[in-house]
Structure formats: C-alpha cells, structure tokens
C-alpha cells in the first residue's frame, strides 16, 4: 500500500468511527493501531504502547493542565461569577447595551481564572441571563453575547489550548500566553462594540435606557478584589520568575480554593464535585493525548507530513496564503470535531509546514504567532454553524429561545472574529509585542 493510501485510510477510519459515536480517543487510537501494525507489526506497536504511554504521562509538564482546570472549578462552584458580574453590571449598566457588555467584562474576567470555554460560558449564562431577560434583552442578543462571551475563556489566559498548543510544539508557556494578553482584550472589546452597533442598528433587543442601572458600591468593589488578587499573584509569580507555570497554576488552584472557603460558597460536596470534574476532564484530555500520539506516529512512519511541508514549501506560494488556507482548515473542522482533538491530531502535520516557511521572522515568534492564529480560529468554530458548542450549553440553560435565534444573536460577534483574526494575520507584532518582554 502507498504511503498516501495509507494515510487516506487512518484518517478514513478515524471519520468512520466518528460518525458511528465513538469518542474521539478511541477513534483516534483504533486509526493509528491501523495505520501502525499495517507498517511495522504487533512486537513494534506493542513495544511502542509500553514506552510511549508511560512517557506522555509521566510528563511534569502535562500536569499543568489538570491544575488550571481544578482552578477553574474552583471559580466555578465558589460564586466568584455573581460579583464578577455585579461589578462588570455597576460599570457598564448606564449605556444601551450595557448589560450585555457587562457580561462579555464578567467572561473576561472568569476566563481568566478559569481558562475554559465551556466552563466560562456556563457559568456566567446563570449568573447574567436571568438579569438581561429581566431588564428587557431579547433571547437573540442576550444568548448570542453569553456564546460568544464564552470563548473569551480560551482566548485570554491561562487557556487550556495554548497550554496543550505549547506542549505539542514544545513552546514556552509563558510566552504563548503573554502573546494572547492583547489579542484576548481586543476580541473582548471588539464583542462590546459589535453589542453596541447591533442594539442600534436592529432596535427592539435591548432597552434604550437601563431603568434601574445597578450601583457602583463598595460591596461590588470588595467581590472583584479577590478575583485581582487571584490573577496579579498567578501571572505575576510567572512573569516574574517567582514560579514556574506549572507551579503558578498550583498557586492559582490553591488561591481560588480559599477564596471560595472565605466567600462560604465551598461545601465539602462542591470540593468533591471538583476534584470529580478535574479527573474527568483530565483523564479525556490525556486519552486524547494517547489516541493522537498513535494516529500521529503512524502517520510519521508514512512520511507524508514531512513530504507535504516539503511540497509546500516549494510551491513558492505567500506563506500568508498557506496560514490563510490553514485556518479556514480549522473553520471547517470545527464543525465536526472539538478544539482540543482538533489541535492534538493537526498540530503534528501543519506546525512542521509553517516553520518551514519564510515569515520575515524567528522561528520562536512564527510558532508563537501561529499558535495564536489557531487559537483564534478555535474560538470562530466554537460558536459558529452548524455545531457551535458554546451555542449549544448558552441555549441549553435558555430553553424559551429558539436555536436559531441563538444562531442569528452570535453573527455579529463572528464578524467580529473575522475582523479581529485578519487583523492579527497582517499585522503579528500586535500579540508579539509583549513576548518582547519575556526573557
């Protein structure tokens, strides 16, 4: 059998077993165990599990990822959403739209200590849903703006895909997400400004003047401070040389934990949930991780990706276009597979493709820029047709708005990602600026 061949079948088998509902890890395991016993044999293969399964868990490196999950736990089941959310509320209840903007300020903030989108989605829509659809915002708008909102969790961080994005590419944590500060704050403010075109251009789906705006007091102040303190000793600590990521995120855990113990919010069954959360949501990701690393040997033993990058690269195309046709890659992906399968099974093919090419840059800041190119893209698929998953949690929690509604309030936000990741592809010195800092 070719090598193409060969290829076209794993992934053949991987999109099979997808469509008959088997989960992705096992999808992507059953492919690679194809593709590898059809190019080496049962004793190769097994010797392969016996060593590289022990070698990807026993990663101090991957601990990181279990750690700002519980920290986002943490956050989740300790209340910190509600004063993120009256504070956000207090400061931009006043203008038309407010409140809506107000909760895109609150999912900034919460993904920020969370780093998940899902998590960030859910939890702000039950904080501020009740509230929009009180004060007179349409389930369109007020849906719409919690989906997109959503994404903010990954995209500033500690974002778990960067996390794992700098684990395949072997890529310094602290840069990548130095590199999604500002790229982070833009979408958040490139969202409220989609809210406030939106309200005005297509009248009726907020109120023209909030009736009772929510008041600046000292109780909202003191609610946020902990969620300050939380970020300014985790980020700090890093960027600072205090503390390594791995180590800063066991701060943050550790932080968000007695946070939530002093708000009164931590119940012995709550900490039980979010160990429990914690070890799920690890133990996929890292069957994930196993899955894609055998699909991805398999495909190594082929040679097809590093005959593509070659066949690329000399094709002498704009290495922008290459980026370009990358993305819209991801774009269509995302419709049927989710933002960490998605980075664990193409990262391997296309990181090799794009440092090959000639940005005008070094190697360093092209892999940094690219992986926040990709992250951009992952937060487009997260709310776009026809899956959407963020879309899917936000209209779950409002069960009197139609899908469809849900679908048309998060246009305006898409072209917004649109906008935004143009901007970032023309011009990367916007998120390498900072990266500049970090020796």
């Known amino acids: ?205 907020a109120p023209d003047v909030e009736d009772a705006p929510p008041p600046m007091t000292l109780r909202a102040v003191l609610g946020v401070a902990p969620i300050a303190i939380i970020f300014a000793l985790v980020f700090g600590g890093i960027y600072g040389g205090l503390f390594t990521p791995t180590e800063g995120a066991a701060v943050g855990a550790a932080t968000t934990f007695l946070t939530a113990l002093a708000k009164g919010e931590m119940t012995l069954d709550k900490f039980k949930e979010c ?44 290495p922008v276009l290459v980026v370009v046709a990358i993305l819209l890659f991801y774009v269509l992906l995302g419709a049927v597979m989710d933002e960490l399968s998605m980075l664990l099974l193409t990262i391997p093919i296309f990181f090799p493709i794009i440092v090959g090419l000639d940005f005008g840059m070094p190697k360093e800041s092209v892999a940094i820029w690219f992986g926040i190119m990709v992250l951009m893209t992952v937060g487009f698929g997260l709310i776009a047709p026809p899956v959407g998953l963020n879309v899917y949690i936000v209209n779950g929690l409002a069960r009197d708005v139609p899908m469809g509604e849900t679908y048309r309030g998060v246009m305006p936000f898409l072209v917004s990602d649109v906008l935004r990741t143009l901007l970032f592809l023309f011009f990367p010195i916007i998120p390498l600026w900072l990266v500049g800092f970090i020796r």
């Open 275 to 318: 160990f429990y959360g914690t070890a799920v949501s690890a133990a996929m990701i890292f069957l994930i991780f196993l899955g894609a690393d055998l699909m991805n040997s398999a495909l190594a033993l082929t040679q097809v990706p590093n005959q593509l990058a070659a066949v690329v690269g000399s094709w002498g195309v704009s």
């Open 1 to 205: 059998m070719s090598p193409l061949a060969l290829t076209a079948l794993i992934f053949g088998s991987m999109l099979l077993l997808m469509a008959v509902r088997i989960p992705i890890a096992a999808s992507m395991f059953a492919a690679g165990t194809i593709g590898y016993l059809a190019q080496t044999g049962w004793l190769p293969y097994s010797n392969f599990l016996n060593t590289q399964a022990f070698a990807r868990f026993a990663s101090y490196d991957l601990s990181v990822i279990p750690l700002f999950i519980l920290m986002g736990h943490f956050a989740t089941k300790g209340g910190i959403s509600k004063s993120l959310f009256e504070f956000a509320a207090a400061v931009m209840g006043r203008f038309k739209g407010g409140l809506a903007m107000a909760s895109l300020l609150a999912c900034a903030a919460f993904g920020a200590i969370s780093g998940s989108s899902v998590a960030t989605a859910a939890t702000i829509t039950s904080v501020a849903l009740p509230e929009m659809r009180r004060h007179g915002y349409s389930g369109r708008i007020a849906t719409g703006t919690l989906a997109a909102g959503g994404t903010l969790g990954i995209q500033l961080p500690p974002s778990i895909v960067l996390v794992i994005y700098a684990i395949l590419t072997e890529q310094n944590i602290s840069k990548l997400f130095a590199a999604a500060v500002i790229p982070g704050i833009i979408a958040m403010v490139g969202y409220m400004i989609a809210v406030a075109i939106y309200v005005r251009l297509v009248p009726g789906h």
